[in-house]
């Protein structure tokens, strides 16, 4: 068995307080912070409506497994194409190849699977007018179509509709099988899947393989077309230019033969050949013209001043006249020789002589023989360079003569190779063009053709079922969350301190009536949590005021059937245990506690009050405790709210008072009547019971307000008939 644990709250004047049971220890901890307390709040409404909540989850799972078994199986029939954006080349450069821009492609390629004509091309191949799949499912739809306008009309307005007409029907047709076809583009891949969805398995897969069929065919036609119009466009094109070719050739025929020139290359070249000759010739002969007119100014040089040629250097640079100089010198040197030896008459000096003077003539003779070829020489390479430079002039000025003419003719040349190049690339192109269209080959391959599934794509019953649960859950629990926020009564001692603003004494779990009499449940349960209960109340009492403790109690509730009678019945009986213990009776309005605990007595409160019978006529000690004094209501008076105002029942309470230790009033609810007002002003303390999940906050807070302005305080509220396990989910 749980400790009981006893909180005692401060307030003005007096000391409350607040105990629990074991029930009441789970619900209070006061080591939790408050943002586990908010996530434990959550969960307890959770659990709370656990079985509302699981319900709805079951209901939503039955609900969508029977949706998912029941809805038409589909299949899908997937085809994986290889699109290349560059066509395959059967030639050095493809004429009827664009570049393709990768990033819209692919995204074309897809619409053009999707377009109406592929969807037509499809229905023909495979004769799907005539489906009987497809058949059936048109007629589906086109009987919900017709009820759905017909629901839609005003019913006088409603007019007899014709059967769709064929093309009516190929129309629809046409739009399920789009409707029906997915086309895909695998991400960061050339690869497109196609996919199509039907309720036949092998109708899928055939639809699938047609489309990607279709697709193919109408890109080989295009490209057969589109080869055609270039072939007819590139054929007329090359008759002109052929044409064109053949005259820029005339022209330049006629030109060469009126101009008699050959070619501007082969005039060019000439001209520029003779020019580079005579130039080249013309430089020599300014060089050989320089050098001899350096050696003929020396001689002239000479000749004015008077002086010899033996001495020029331009004389000496002769091997010859060295030679016949050196001669002469040695000639000389003899001469001296011998007329130092001989006379002048001797026969070796005059032959001596005889030689120097023929060596000096020969020597004379060959220097003006020298002197002559300087001088010719010179002559000859002034002439000379003359003669070149008067040619140089006239070649140059045969090159101007020509340059008009030479531009003409370059000019019906290059027209000439134009024309002939252009012809060239279209006569090519044609024939590219031509192969090119009687290929047959395409960017397209098929990488995997469909074949019928084993197994439907839809309905996906798992995913169904799941939504279907998720969905029932989420409805469970906000419909639990919505109940727990319109829900207004007091479940936990929370919502007693916050909305009341009083001490909470207890929480009273609910007794059942097949253990015994309710309002006796100590006597025959001691050791239950409900004795706990009443104990920690009769607790919290004694110690709101531990140098004085209240000796009169009174017990009441906002209106009736709150668990009040129960609840002063116990207490008493739990005061009893520690001392003489009185339970009165103060319901004048609907009195039962005779009733309830067969107690016979001549009289009761009532002629207690008024006189009639004395206390020991009207006091009944209790069977099974002999600290235990019942006074019941007695007979019903016509005005009970005047005999508790009067006198009599205030002198009354004064008595019993010095003959009992403790004292236990059972009164009216407080709404109803005002009897709980005026027997509130005699009581030491007063015990408000809020029956769990059933008091609103609005008649709590309205009874407390008549209490407080009658200047009854009351000592705190006790929770009565919780259900335990509710209270363990809050």
């Not at 190779?417 to 192109?429: A, G, K, M, P, S």
């Not at 859950?473 to 301190?497: M, P, Q």
């Not at 003959?659 to 009216?668: G, H, Q, W």
Request: glycine share 4%; net charge negative; proline share 4%.
């Amino acid at each position: 068995m749980e400790q009981h644990n006893i909180k005692i709250l401060q307030q003005p004047n007096m000391h409350h307080i607040q105990g629990a049971t074991g029930l009441d220890n789970l619900l209070n901890q006061n080591d939790w912070d408050e943002s586990d307390i908010d996530f434990l709040h959550y969960w307890h409404i959770v659990r709370r409506y656990a079985k509302q909540i699981i319900g709805l989850m079951f209901l939503a799972i039955l609900v969508g497994v029977f949706t998912a078994f029941s809805m038409q199986p589909i299949y899908t029939g997937e085809t994986s194409l290889h699109v290349d954006p560059l066509s395959p080349k059967l030639v050095a450069v493809d004429p009827l190849q664009n570049a393709a821009n990768t990033m819209f492609f692919y995204k074309t390629q897809e619409e053009v699977i999707r377009s109406r004509s592929i969807a037509e091309a499809v229905i023909d191949k495979l004769s799907l007018q005539k489906h009987p799949v497809l058949v059936a499912e048109l007629s589906i739809l086109q009987q919900a179509t017709t009820e759905a306008e017909e629901d839609s009309s005003i019913w006088w307005w409603k007019e007899s509709k014709a059967q769709p007409s064929e093309e009516a029907k190929r129309s629809e047709l046409v739009g399920y099988m789009r409707e029906h076809l997915t086309v895909e583009n695998q991400r960061n891949s050339e690869i497109i899947r196609v996919s199509f969805r039907a309720p036949e398995p092998k109708l899928a897969a055939d639809v699938a393989n047609a489309f990607s069929t279709a697709y193919i065919n109408r890109g080989l036609d295009a490209h057969s077309m589109v080869a055609k119009q270039a072939t007819g466009w590139l054929a007329a094109r090359l008759a002109e230019l052929q044409k064109n070719f053949v005259q820029s050739e005339e022209d330049l025929r006629a030109y060469q033969i009126r101009e008699s020139i050959v070619d501007s290359k082969s005039s060019q070249s000439i001209s520029s050949g003779k020019l580079q000759n005579i130039t080249t010739a013309l430089v020599d002969a300014q060089a050989k013209k320089a050098q001899a007119e350096t050696l003929y100014l020396q001689v002239r040089k000479a000749e004015m001043a008077g002086q010899t040629y033996e001495s020029l250097q331009a004389v000496l640079q002769y091997p010859l006249i060295q030679d016949l100089s050196g001669e002469q010198t040695k000639l000389a040197r003899k001469v001296s020789e011998l007329s130092d030896r001989y006379g002048e008459k001797h026969p070796k000096m005059i032959a001596a002589r005889s030689d120097f003077k023929e060596a000096n003539l020969k020597l004379q003779q060959e220097i003006g023989k020298v002197v002559e070829g300087i001088r010719n020489d010179y002559e000859a390479a002034r002439d000379n360079e003359l003669k070149l430079q008067a040619l140089h002039g006239e070649i140059q000025k045969e090159i101007r003569a020509k340059q008009g003419k030479g531009n003409k003719l370059a000019k019906l040349e290059r027209e000439v190779q134009i024309n002939r190049e252009l012809y060239n690339v279209f006569l090519t192109r044609l024939k590219e063009t031509d192969v090119a269209s009687n290929a047959g080959v395409t960017n397209v391959q098929i990488i995997d053709r469909a074949i019928p599934p084993m197994l439907p794509s839809e309905p996906k019953k798992r995913r169904i079922v799941l939504i279907f649960t998720i969905l029932g859950l989420l409805i469970g629990l906000g419909l639990a969350f919505l109940l727990e926020r319109l829900d207004n009564t007091f479940k936990t001692s929370e919502d007693v301190e916050t909305k009341l603003s009083l001490p909470m004494l207890g929480i009273t779990p609910i007794v059942k009536t097949d253990t015994g009499i309710p309002e006796r449940f100590i006597f025959e349960n001691n050791k239950s949590t409900f004795s706990e209960a009443i104990g920690n109340v009769r607790t919290g009492v004694l110690f709101s005021d531990i140098d004085n403790p209240p000796k009169m109690i009174l017990v009441t509730s906002s209106i009736a059937n709150e668990g009040k009678t129960t609840l002063s019945n116990n207490l008493a009986i739990s005061f009893s245990h520690m001392a003489k213990t009185l339970l009165i009776e103060a319901d004048l309005r609907k009195p039962g506690q005779a009733g309830i605990l067969k107690i016979t007595s001549q009289g009761g409160l009532s002629e207690l009050a008024s006189g009639e019978y004395t206390l020991d006529q009207c006091m009944v000690q209790d069977q099974e405790s002999n600290n235990l004094y019942h006074i019941t209501s007695g007979t019903i008076p016509p005005r009970p709210l005047e005999l508790l105002s009067s006198k009599k029942v205030k002198e009354l309470f004064s008595k019993l008072r010095q003959e009992f230790e403790y004292i236990v009033i059972d009164t009216a609810p407080v709404l109803p009547v005002s009897d709980s007002l005026v027997l509130g002003q005699l009581a030491d303390a007063v015990i408000f019971s809020v029956k769990a999940d059933s008091t609103t906050f609005q008649m709590a807070q309205e009874a407390i307000k008549r209490l407080r302005t009658a200047g009854v305080s009351p000592l705190g509220v006790v929770l009565t008939q919780a259900h335990e396990e509710k209270m363990h989910s809050y």
